[in-house]
């Protein structure tokens, strides 16, 4: 639990929602490729959402686009791209104006020659009669043959009104060339150029307009090599680009395990996974980049991010690997006024959660910021593709309100005292660690409650006890009835955050004879019940007892208990539910420092 994140973030959260199915979860692959844009067209009309995925023959589709006209909440199937599902391409895009210019090319984890790995560009016009976009024909931009293959198209338009398409085409020696096309005359027709670099392996990289200039930032699969880049002025002959340097020292992983966009400053923002596998960040002024700021340490061959900017704020989205919970959790991060916020986790199910994608800008003042990602039980399983979002207050053009609940100081969770992820094979009981009330048993991932009973199913770590401190678990109770955790138990008495089948959660003191009196109760920030997330209680001081609830990382309650039956000293931590069949998994106790 991180409680800085509430006073930076200020953004509440929402649980998943499926948009569409996918053979598998890497549906928004390529990372660096811009899969989604948003329209307004005006005319009375809300703005429309086009995204294109590669369905690779879920619903018997190939590249599609899906459209959405109430702010990417909901999509409907809108038109075919490129319906050939046996031939995975994906799609780059941008809006211009009330059209949508976009190119597309094959995309899989291998690339081999074939004469079938073209890149094509094509215009999807608005027509305001109907409210809808249509196709013109796709225009071959680069022609493979049987000795040679493209891919990882990347397409871009200057302040000029140029297009520019970048690809890499495969060499005999099993390196890349960077190749490069542009259109002066709006599509219509296109220039090959001089190449842009060449790399020992295959390569990824972005194209990107900064106000008036592009930018070219590009590196190899499994090269610890430096990241190197060019730039052109808008202003310079079409043909003049300048020398390759290197953009920083260390490379990109796969050269293309990143996301960026424009700053509106004439810079642009680049988060990227190293060859090490970690997540950073690094600012582009218009001629340098500067220092990485490392956002995620933990390393994953799947990790991936996704940015948006809304005014002069960045979101952040990637996806972290949790064993504990067999899978993988969404996080998100804020850039603000040169600082990241602390990462708050959007989705804690435990399943696969393969390559984010966003738009790369929201208008300021908007309200929601959402994510896109694929899910499914494992990488190579059939899925969906998913939207979860946050919530930003002030449309990150503001700077955040500031919480009304939280004092000026918290404590912070310091020494670890006790862990359990539940992973051990399947058992009647949760081990020697746990003294129980009720049934629990372990299947090989979680603990999981086994009996209906108004006494209720407590579990309590013995390795736990303390006074100051806090417990925290995943739990997913189905909506059915109410579960949560426990400090301070001695016996029955007890301090408990309880998720309640509405939704809502409160927090409670439990006398010895089993009943309660609820001192606190506030919505948990999810959207439905029957989701699992990541619930925190902390306890702290004696006279009076402070006590804070958090749900994914998000403080959402905050009371303070001055009764005479204030529970004053130490107990243990643990679980509760009054019904059989209630998930738990990664619990974890910490002591508080003293704020």
Request: one cysteine or more; aromatic letters at 10%; a neutral charge.
């Amino acid at each position: 639990m991180i409680w800085s994140s509430v006073a930076v973030i200020a953004a509440v959260l929402a649980s998943t929602t499926p948009v569409m199915p996918v053979r598998v979860g890497n549906a928004l692959t390529l990372p660096a490729q811009r899969h989604a844009v948003r329209i307004d067209t005006g005319g009375g009309h809300a703005p429309t959402w086009l995204l294109a995925i590669q369905q690779e023959g879920a619903d018997g589709r190939g590249l599609s686009f899906y459209r959405s006209d109430d702010e990417g909440r909901t999509f409907r199937y809108a038109a075919p791209i490129q319906p050939d599902a046996s031939h995975a391409d994906r799609a780059d895009l941008i809006a211009v104006g009330k059209d949508v210019a976009l190119v597309y090319s094959w995309e899989a984890p291998s690339l081999k020659a074939s004469s079938r790995h073209d890149v094509y560009f094509q215009w999807w016009r608005y027509r305001a009669g109907t409210h809808d976009w249509a196709p013109e024909p796709a225009v071959r931009i680069f022609n493979a043959d049987d000795s040679t293959a493209y891919t990882r198209a990347l397409l871009a338009r200057d302040s000029k009104g140029r297009l520019w398409v970048q690809a890499f085409r495969l060499e005999s020696d099993g390196g890349s060339t960077a190749v490069l096309s542009v259109s002066t005359d709006g599509g219509s027709n296109f220039e090959r150029q001089a190449n842009l670099g060449r790399v020992k392996r295959r390569g990824g990289g972005r194209l990107l307009s900064v106000g008036s200039k592009l930018v070219f930032v590009y590196a190899m699969h499994d090269g610890f090599e430096p990241t190197r880049m060019r730039l052109r002025d808008d202003d310079a002959p079409v043909e003049a680009w300048g020398s390759v340097k290197d953009a920083f020292s260390d490379g990109i992983y796969h050269g293309a395990a990143l996301s960026a966009v424009a700053d509106g400053k004439g810079g642009m923002h680049l988060v990227y996974k190293d060859e090490t596998e970690r997540l950073y960040h690094r600012h582009f002024d218009g001629s340098t980049f500067g220092s990485r700021t490392l956002l995620e340490s933990s390393r994953d061959w799947a990790m991936q991010s996704a940015v948006t900017r809304v005014g002069d704020t960045l979101y952040v989205f990637y996806n972290v690997m949790r064993q504990s919970i067999g899978g993988y959790e969404i996080h998100a991060r804020t850039l603000r006024d040169g600082k990241f916020s602390e990462p708050v986790v959007l989705d804690t199910k435990g399943t696969y959660k393969g390559y984010p994608n966003a738009l790369e800008t929201l208008p300021a003042g908007a309200t929601e910021v959402p994510c896109f990602f694929g899910e499914a039980p494992d990488d190579n399983s059939r899925g969906h593709m998913v939207r979860v979002k946050l919530e930003a207050r002030g449309g990150g053009s503001e700077p955040p309100p500031p919480p009304s609940a939280p004092p000026e100081e918290l404590p912070s969770p310091g020494k670890e005292l006790f862990r359990d992820g539940f992973s051990r094979s399947s058992s009647n009981s949760l081990g020697s660690d746990w003294s129980l009330k009720g049934l629990w048993l372990t299947n090989g991932k979680r603990a999981v409650s086994d009996l209906d009973t108004s006494r209720g199913n407590q579990a309590l770590a013995s390795p736990s006890r303390c006074r100051d401190c806090q417990v925290e678990a995943w739990l997913q109770a189905f909506a059915v009835d109410e579960a949560g955790v426990v400090l301070r138990a001695q016996g029955q008495a007890a301090y408990a955050l309880v998720y309640l089948p509405s939704g809502r959660i409160q927090i409670r003191r439990y006398r010895e004879d089993g009943s309660h009196t609820v001192l606190g109760e506030a919505s948990s920030g999810q959207s439905s019940a029957r989701e699992g997330a990541l619930f925190t209680l902390a306890a702290w001081g004696s006279g009076p007892v402070r006590l804070a609830a958090s749900v994914n990382g998000q403080v959402r309650l905050m009371v303070t208990d001055t009764s005479s039956s204030a529970l004053k000293s130490e107990g243990l931590a643990g679980l509760y539910t009054p019904i059989a069949g209630v998930w738990f998994d990664d619990f974890r106790v910490r002591e508080l420092e003293e704020p």
